[in-house]
């Protein structure tokens, strides 16, 4: 039996045996009657697509009687159904009309079970894609000069000027300095790493973070406060962290510690900084957004950490994260975990060191297994 197809109709084939959402049974027949509208035998069209021969004879006669419709699985007898249209039409109106008369802030899938079970009304939602516990942000910039200043930071991460270095600054505050009260328990298979319940406060630090958008490179350094005076230092750490000869085109949010008078007059005697301020409410453009959100603060959060009790001494602490991930954007720290009891001992003689002179400075470094990423704390 010969399939002869319409334009609309081997559109409609082509764009279901090409698309990944597709189910692969529907995709399999849209690819069967289209070998067969080309021309080819039941036994060309098994040897090419891998299928029985009945196979291939059955979507050939279903399409030549019923052709589109003919694709779809045809019901099959069973049990009749429990849950009717109306039910359904009942369930899905309440979840996006109604409040919960509790004062819940959305309905779950057992309060919403009137007289149907908890599973069904999660059937119900997951067919109709509704997700009442999850609820996503947005926000838009109003500043007028929204337009300017996207183009400004665009243009400076794709086409930098020539001798010129552009660098990402941002400065996360009120991290929270922990320390757990006992020992953190190494991860071993079939075990996550375990850690007490209790901890000890040590203050917040402030992290302040330069990135390297073209290498990926980062380098921080933590202070106890976040005033222009720590700015200001970072500044200066920058600047003797780049060879001198280059311009630094540094992108910052609109945080006012940026724009004060002391470090406007700092600029003024350093012409090489040129800054770039991104939209309000639009800081997501600063490429090292990304990094801290991910990594640039998890050393504190992964409480038992030795460089907690440096962070609450307001030691500043530089230290250099040198990425293998060339990618400008998803950068993420490679940085590995650590637990060890020489760990501890090694923090303890730094703290002693550290307080005992004034003004010195120690560094440490580790390299990991096969050279893949490399750690540098000094104390500044």
């Known amino acids: 039996m010969s399939i002869e197809l319409s334009p609309a109709e081997r559109e409609v084939l082509e764009g279901w045996a090409r698309r990944r959402k597709t189910a692969q049974a529907l995709a399999q027949r849209s690819r069967i009657v289209l070998a ?7 036994a060309e069209v098994t040897e090419a697509l891998s299928v029985s021969r009945p196979t291939v004879t059955k979507w050939r006669n279903r399409f030549a009687v019923d052709r589109l419709d003919g694709l779809s699985d045809k019901p099959r007898p069973g049990a009749p159904r429990k849950v009717t249209d109306a039910q359904v039409e009942t369930v899905i109106t309440r979840t996006l009309e109604e409040t919960p008369p509790n004062g819940d802030s959305h309905g779950t899938s057992r309060s919403m079970a009137s007289g149907l079970s908890q599973s069904t009304v999660s059937w119900m939602w997951r067919a109709f894609g509704l997700k009442p516990h999850l609820v996503e942000t947005w926000k838009l910039s109003t500043d007028p000069q929204f337009v300017d200043k996207v183009r400004d930071v665009v243009g400076v991460y794709l086409d930098p000027p020539g001798k010129a270095i552009v660098l990402c600054v941002d400065e996360k505050s009120q991290i929270q300095a922990l320390d757990r009260t006992a020992d953190v328990l190494p991860m071993m298979p079939g075990t996550p790493e375990r850690m007490t319940h209790g901890y000890v406060r040590h203050g917040t630090t402030s992290l302040f973070a330069v990135l390297d958008p073209t290498s990926g490179s980062v380098i921080t350094q933590s202070y106890r406060r976040h005033r222009h005076q720590e700015f200001l230092r970072f500044l200066k750490l920058i600047d003797s962290s780049v060879p001198a000869g280059y311009d630094l085109h540094l992108i910052l949010d609109n945080y006012a510690t940026y724009k004060t008078e002391p470090v406007k007059r700092w600029l003024l005697r350093h ?40 962070w609450s001494l307001d030691i500043p602490i530089r230290r250099e994260f040198v990425l293998m991930v060339p990618a400008p954007v998803g ?14 001992s090694t923090a303890w003689s730094m703290v002693r060191r ?26 500044v």
Do not use: K, Y
């Not at 950068?331 to 501890?344: E, I, K, L, N």
């Not at 580790?366 to 104390?379: D, V």
């Open 331 to 344: 950068v993420q720290a490679a940085v590995g975990r650590r637990a060890s009891a020489r760990r501890w």
């Open 36 to 42: 067969c509208a080309e021309g080819q035998s039941n």
């Open 354 to 379: 550290a307080v005992r002179s004034s003004g010195g400075a120690w560094g440490w470094s580790r390299a990991a297994s096969r050279g893949l990423r490399t750690r540098s704390w000094t104390l």
């Open 271 to 310: 012409p090489r900084f040129h800054l770039h301020f991104t939209p309000t409410s639009a800081s997501w453009m600063n490429l090292v957004e990304r990094w801290a959100g991910s990594n640039g603060h998890n050393d504190a959060r992964r409480s038992g950490d030795p460089l907690v009790i440096l």
